[in-house]
């Protein structure tokens, strides 16, 4: 089934909005990774269960928004984005982010909760360490060249695109923006979300230390933390999309249903 896109005036700047039937049960909402764009999800809509809504974030400075500044603050940007979610909050979120797109939503979590006295029922982190324990690489001081070397060493995902001067004029000001970002965010105090996490790792990502990845299970108060390892460096859910998707339909199900014990729990790659 195609995926349908349908608008909403006042939060169209911040969400490409994907939906299936009339009345969703949960919204899904999808943080893209470091210089990425809400294209990163735009397969998942026919794997999903059918009443499951998904928004992808849409950051500035790219794409459709392209004429617009780069948000270089996490700060502003969680602020940002929280905001836009205000009139979102008629049904149970879900957030699942990647890489840089992880940190985003915990701190989109975090002002929804103390704000609203709600935020997502789960929070979804995929490819990165917990924000308090992750490291710097000061990838956003150094020289073009140095900063796609970078980009490389993670994984395949469209790095082709910098061998095109056209392209890689467009693509460079937002990563280089988006890693300024991610590299001077580092909370010394995080906050505790209420939300159950599950991690998700790549088994060839050398960037996510085991140790580093275990450390979101101090950022909830739920009790419930688990960790799911797939086969892949830090791009392996594109190649793994379907087996992605099938572990969060089964992750998705019980939402809105009794409140899971509390535990934590890992599981061998796939």
Do not use: N
């Amino acid at each position: 089934m195609t995926p349908v896109v349908t608008a909403r005036a006042d939060t169209d700047t911040w969400f490409r909005r994907y939906r299936r039937t009339a009345a969703p049960r949960l919204r899904l909402v999808g943080f893209p990774h470091a210089g990425g764009t809400a294209q990163l999800f735009h397969g998942w809509p026919p794997l999903l269960p059918p009443d499951v809504e998904l928004l992808a974030v849409r950051y500035p400075g790219r794409q459709d928004r392209l004429a617009e500044p780069c948000v270089e603050s996490m700060d502003e940007l969680a602020d940002r984005i929280a905001d836009a979610l205000t009139d979102r909050l008629d049904l149970p979120l879900v957030f699942f982010g990647h890489s840089m797109g992880s940190s985003v939503a915990y701190e989109v979590a975090v002002r929804l909760e103390a704000r609203h006295g709600t935020g997502p029922v789960r929070l979804l982190v995929s490819g990165r360490a917990a924000p308090h324990h992750a490291k710097r690489s000061g990838l956003h001081d150094t020289d073009d060249d140095t900063l796609i070397a970078g980009i490389r060493s993670l994984g395949d995902l469209g790095s082709e695109a910098f061998d095109i001067p056209e392209l890689r004029e467009l693509l460079l000001p937002p990563l280089r923006a988006d890693y300024r970002l991610i590299e001077t965010y580092r909370p010394a105090a995080p906050v505790p979300v209420r939300a159950p996490i599950t991690a998700y790792v790549g088994t060839e990502d050398h960037g996510c230390v085991r140790e580093d990845v275990l450390a979101w299970a101090e950022l909830t108060t739920s009790g419930e933390f688990s960790l799911r390892a797939f086969d892949g460096d830090h791009f392996y859910l594109v190649p793994r999309e379907g087996e992605l998707l099938a572990e969060l339909g089964r992750r998705l199900a019980d939402v809105g249903g009794p409140a899971p014990a509390a535990k934590t729990h890992l599981t061998v790659p796939v």
